[in-house]
């Protein structure tokens, strides 16, 4: 089991910056790949970005491409999303996952475990 929680959603103006954190605890971080994924209301969940267990391997979606960051410490067994030049089209609630496979970054279904959310809204 690998437990992952997240923190720092918030609320932004648009055009700031917000730094997302996930812990991890429970198994060797740097042996699961990590994502992070979104889901605004009425919307599926969507992927966001990922990374490699050995942080080799970087995954963004289209709509978020030169804007945020993804990246990780496993000595701290943690991973980042770094959110900058924010829109209203951003807001959701932000989840981290753990994938110990890393066959398919962009879908949801692969991944094993899930943190319980951090909203993240941005007012235009």
């Known amino acids: 089991q690998v437990q992952l929680v997240e923190s720092g959603g918030g609320l932004v103006q648009a055009g700031g910056s917000l730094r997302l954190s996930c812990a991890a605890s429970?198994?060797?971080?740097?042996?699961?790949?990590m994502g992070w994924f979104r889901q605004a209301p009425g919307k599926e969940r969507e992927f966001v970005a990922a990374i490699s267990g050995n942080a080799v391997r970087t995954y963004y979606a289209d709509s978020v491409k030169g804007r945020f960051t993804v990246s990780r410490d496993n000595a701290k067994n943690t991973v980042y999303l770094q959110m900058n030049s924010l829109k209203p089209e951003d807001t959701a609630v932000y989840y981290c996952a753990a994938d110990r496979t890393f066959t398919v970054p962009m879908n949801p279904r692969t991944y094993d475990f899930w943190g319980q959310g951090t909203q993240v809204t941005v007012r235009s």
């Open positions: 429970g198994r060797p971080f740097s042996n699961y790949a």
